[in-house]
């Protein structure tokens, strides 16, 4: 069973005063779906109105109760402690935990989610943080956060900011006995585009959740997606400040490593610079320090696979060499990242394969996809906006990325909700739970390369062939 864990000035230790670092993956597509990661269009919320209505309420509930059982289980943990992990980190869309109709009322069947998530985890001797990965009204411009659109007004309503809080109360005490819990992620990265709100907002929710439990550590996003601290001064008590640390040659379909990206030279020494300045807040003022997202995106080009493997790498002993804890982005998916990745053969890959050569054709998927199809309607207007807008430049990363996902992440993405709820209108509420056990781990393959890279890296030896 894990034991509690707590900050030691620039370490996380256990009762004993050991160093703890804390490595492991992000279970992202699980209770936060994204669309790269299970293959729908658009948002969570908009694929669940999908599949309710192709469904019907019976299918509906049996696709997702089997889906929510079967995505983390006893065999998922048990492998990831096989490669030498010893945390997760669990998004959580707060839809779980509340109706927008119904505030302030928590939803018990959400709460039996994390307790069977946490129980999970101790029985395989995992430590668990608790990521809020989708706020209402959203932290942040993206689809990640459950966000139709492309703002971030849960900075503009008090309303929204009181149900977070009243929520973490809720978890604080539920889990502050819950030495696996190893602490509380409260936001995932916010994008305050003002700079000006998350600093009191943390020393807000920090007050909230100390009241009830002051013992777990608090992991705590930096802005514009937890690449910026500039806000924050005096650092607050057992608490980690979490740097995200997407490596830009990783995220590019057609980049090399080593190699140029986006005009930039990348090789071991320029992702040791781009790691140092988004962890300096956390040298400087000598506190620990916990990558809480990365990893490279994989394209199924054994010579480019092979190179974003050797990027991990050396990501991966710059953060041994700092002390740095991590978690990679992310644990199971249909083959961007994952290191379980959904059987093309399953029954659910089948599917909506229509659907994948849909989204692969028009791009709509922010994370992973590449605009080839349509760069031909993307230049003219990129070319509109320079020169009708040339003072344009919206927060968090300009014009050309604002307009890539306005363009294809909302008004290409939407659309193809119908033809998604098409491709499961009419099974029977049996077919479609034999569907969401696709997800189940017996019936995903493991991406065994990056899997023998994370058990060479933590010294538990690879795996024999046919082992």
């Known amino acids: 069973m ?16 050991e160093t703890v670092v804390l490595t492991g993956f992000g279970l992202g597509g699980w209770l936060n779906m994204e669309n790269f990661i299970t293959g729908y269009p658009s948002t969570e919320t908009l694929q669940r109105q999908a ?25 998922d943990a048990a492998y990831l402690s096989s490669l030498g992990c010893n945390s997760v980190r669990l998004p959580v869309n707060y839809r779980h935990l509340e109706d927008d109709m119904a505030p302030f009322e928590i939803k018990e069947k959400g709460l039996r989610l994390l307790d069977e998530a946490v129980s999970v985890c101790r029985r395989n001797n995992l430590w668990v943080i608790l990521d809020l990965h989708a706020l209402p009204g959203a932290q942040n411009q993206h689809w990640h956060s459950d966000n139709p659109t492309h703002w971030d007004t849960f900075w503009d ?33 916010p994008a305050d585009r003002t700079g000006e709100r998350l600093a009191p907002y943390y020393a807000r929710l920090e007050k909230a959740i100390r009241a009830v439990d002051p013992r777990h550590v608090l992991f705590l996003d930096g802005n514009t997606y937890s ?5 924050f001064d005096e650092p607050m008590a057992n608490t980690v400040y979490t740097a995200h640390d997407y490596a830009r040659p990783g995220m590019i379909p057609e980049a090399r490593y080593p190699g140029e990206t986006e005009g930039r030279w990348f090789d071991s020494e320029a992702l040791r610079g781009v790691f140092d300045r988004r962890t300096e807040f956390q040298r400087r003022t000598g506190t620990p320090i916990w990558v809480g997202e990365f990893g490279p995106q994989y394209t199924g080009v054994p010579d480019i696979d092979a190179e ?27 083959g961007l990242q994952g290191v379980q990745v959904a059987s093309p053969q399953s029954r659910y890959v089948q599917r909506i394969a229509p659907m994948l050569q849909a989204k692969a054709r028009l791009g709509v998927d922010q994370w992973g996809s590449s605009d080839a199809g349509v760069r031909h309607l993307m230049e003219p207007l990129t070319e509109l906006f320079a020169a ?15 307009l890539d ?14 033809e998604f709820e098409e491709l499961f209108r009419g099974m029977s509420p049996q077919d479609a739970a034999e569907h969401a056990a696709s997800w ?7 991406r065994t390369a990056l899997a023998d890279l994370l058990r060479e890296h933590h010294g538990v030896g690879v795996r024999a062939a046919g082992s």
Request: charged content about 25%; aromatic content about 16%.
């Open 2 to 17: 894990p034991e509690w864990i707590s900050v030691d000035g620039a370490r996380l230790v256990n009762q004993s005063g």
């Open 51 to 75: 599949l309710r209505s192709a469904l019907g309420e019976e299918g509906y509930t049996r696709f997702f109760d089997t889906f929510e059982k079967g995505f983390f289980s006893d065999a």
């Open 157 to 189: 309503h008090r309303h929204f900011q009181d149900r977070v809080v009243h929520l973490w109360e809720v978890l604080a005490d539920r889990y502050k006995d819950e030495p696996t819990v190893a602490g509380y992620n409260p936001m995932n990265e």
């Open 227 to 231: 690449t910026d601290f500039s806000m």
């Open 308 to 334: 974003r493997l050797a990027l991990l790498e050396d990501q991966l002993q710059v953060y041994r060499e700092a002390g740095a804890s991590w978690s990679l982005w992310t644990y199971k998916d249909l």
């Open 388 to 402: 009708e807008f040339p003072h344009f430049d919206p927060y968090p990363w300009g014009p050309e990325r604002w």
């Open 405 to 418: 996902q306005v363009f294809r992440s909302i008004l290409l993405a939407e659309p193809l909700l119908a």
């Open 440 to 446: 189940e781990f017996a019936s995903t393959q493991e």
